[in-house]
Structures are given as C-alpha cells and as structure tokens.
C-alpha cells in the first residue's frame, strides 16, 4: 500500500525534526566536554584508546599506552602541519609543531573518557538521521518540497565537522580550530532548518513587528556574538595558562571563587559582553510598540519577542556569572546551550517571517 503525500511528509518532517534535534544536542555535549576538561579523554580517534568503547580502568590499556597514542596523535599533527604548510600558513605550522602540550602524553581518566566518548557517539547518531533525512529526500523527489539540495549541504557540512573534531583531538584543543569546529556545527544545523522549512514547518506568530530582513540581521548580529564568545572562551585557556586571571582561591573546581580580569581580554569581548543588552533593550522596546499597536499583549509568553528577551536576560546572568566565579563548569555548559537557543530560535523565526527561499540560498 503506497503513503500519500501527507503521509510521506509528516514522516520526512518527523525525521528532519530528529535530525535537528541531534545536531543541537552536540552543543550540549560539546558544551560539557569543554568545560570538564575532557576534550583530550580520548586520545585517538574514532577510537577510545584503540578500542570501541572506552575501558573501565588503566588496567586494561598497555603499559607503554601513553607513549603509543602519544605518537599517533604527532603522526596526525604533522600531516596537518603539512596541509597548513601547503596553504601558505607557515607560522601557524611551525607553532603547532612547537606546542609542549601536544607532546605530552595523556593519561587515561575513566570519567573524562567516557563523557568524550558519549558526545562522539550522539555525533555518530546525527550522521544516522542525517543519512536516513537525506535518503528519504532522494526517494521522494517530486512527491514532496524535499529540499534535499539543504540536506546534501548538511551532510557535508556534518561529515566534515566530524574530521575537524578529530582534528581538535589531536591538536589538543588548538585555539581557533576549536572555534571552527563551533562554527561548523551551526551551519550544519542551519542547513537542516532551511531544509526542513522548505517542507513547511515553522510558523510563528507576530512576526510583522519585524521585516524579513530585519529578523535576518538580527541573526546574523546575534550569531556572530556567538561565534566570538567561542573565541572569547579560548582567551580565557590562554589566560588560566598565563596565570593572568585574578582570582582568589581554586577555579578549577565545579564552583570556582574569584573573578575574571576582563579587562586582559580583547575587544570582540567586550562586544561579545555588551551586544545582549543591546538585543534585550531593543526587545523590549518591540514589545512595548507591539503593545500599544494591538492592544494589551496576550499569551506574551509565546511571543517570539518575549521569548528571545527572556534567552538573552538568562544569557546575561550566566555571563555574569562566568565573570564573577571565572568561567565555572556548570555555567559554561547552560552558557553554551541558551547561546545555541537563541541563536537556533532567532533562525527559525528568520525562516517563519516570509522570505523567500531564494533569498536565503
């Protein structure tokens, strides 16, 4: 018995939706591998210590295993120094090839391991939906808005994200290839939205307030607030490695006491800093001209503008937060999730407010 078309769609969109939903859980995973410290837990890759799944104890790993990884990963980063070489970047070569921390070995942590282990494999189930979203795009061409030409363009996006994650490995969390790797997973996720859109599956209401281009510059401003607070994170390891924070006590526990010295970082951190009180005023003000246009706002709470002023006022309370107690593990992890949130919801809206698809490609 063949589907009909409602049913082939309400399916594609249900796998779309899983798809999406796996690419955001990696910033929570990736978020929690940051801030434990547990990028390096496995040090090889697709493996976990040459094996499949992490072991329970040092026990069961060679004696000469650091030594045995230790050389892996300096085969890898020399190939990759070789390619920096080639595209003319020299001296981000030779700092690579000079970095101690990649040359030192790393020892098994049972706990570490396994949280980096757990992200990888969520990293393998977003592979899966997205392979399955995009089989079922190429089978139900022209009985469905498939957009499988997005979808194609997410699993490259996925698929090279997962190489440069194994390149964040070996380079034991290399400064701005981090960043990249941030990057690319937002883009992944864009793509599966843009994609999953074209099927008919944002609708928000309220949207007038704004045009189309206005919700996009939003994004983009928003987004790229993003991207350098994954910048701005990296300052702060090189900071903490400087022994340039000012700091009273332990900071590398759950709950850090002490403050950041934000006046060490550069200015993409202060835009970083201030730019959400810029989105929230202007939110507000949004509102309070919806108001007056409609009358008393009712249901504000499903409101696109309540909803990113609300993401942006919790978004300044953990920073503050990171300043205040310097960067503490739990708030790094909700940190990166509500920034993942917003930005992912400001997208969605984005795409609900009637613009064209072309005008997105």
Known sequence: MLLSNDKILNIYRRMGFFTCSSVFLLFFFGGLV????????????PKCFGLWAPPTCECKLPGNYQQIF??????????????????????????????????????FHPVKAWIEYINRLFGVLSGLFAVVYFGMAIMFRGRIDSGKGWGLVGLFLLLLNGWLGSLVVATNLLPGVVTLHFLLSFLCLFAYMVSLHKAGSFRFEGLSVLSGKQWFYLWLSVFFVVIIGAWSREQVDSLRMADKLYVDGDVTGFLGWGMLDVFAMDGLFALHRYMPF??????????RKQGSVVGPLKQSWRNPLMAIAMLCALQIALGVVHIWFVVPAWAQVAHVVVGSALITYIFAVYLASGVKQSQIA
Do not use: H, N, Y
């Open 34 to 45: 940051r801030a434990t410290g547990s990028g390096m837990g496995c040090p090889d890759w």
């Open 70 to 107: 230790l050389q892996k990963r300096l085969q890898k980063v020399e190939r990759f120094a070789k390619v920096l070489t080639a595209l003319g970047m020299e001296e981000s070569a030779g700092k690579l090839r000079s970095d101690r921390s990649i040359q030192e070995p790393e020892a």
């Open 278 to 287: 810029v989105v929230l005023g202007w939110m507000i003000w949004l509102m």
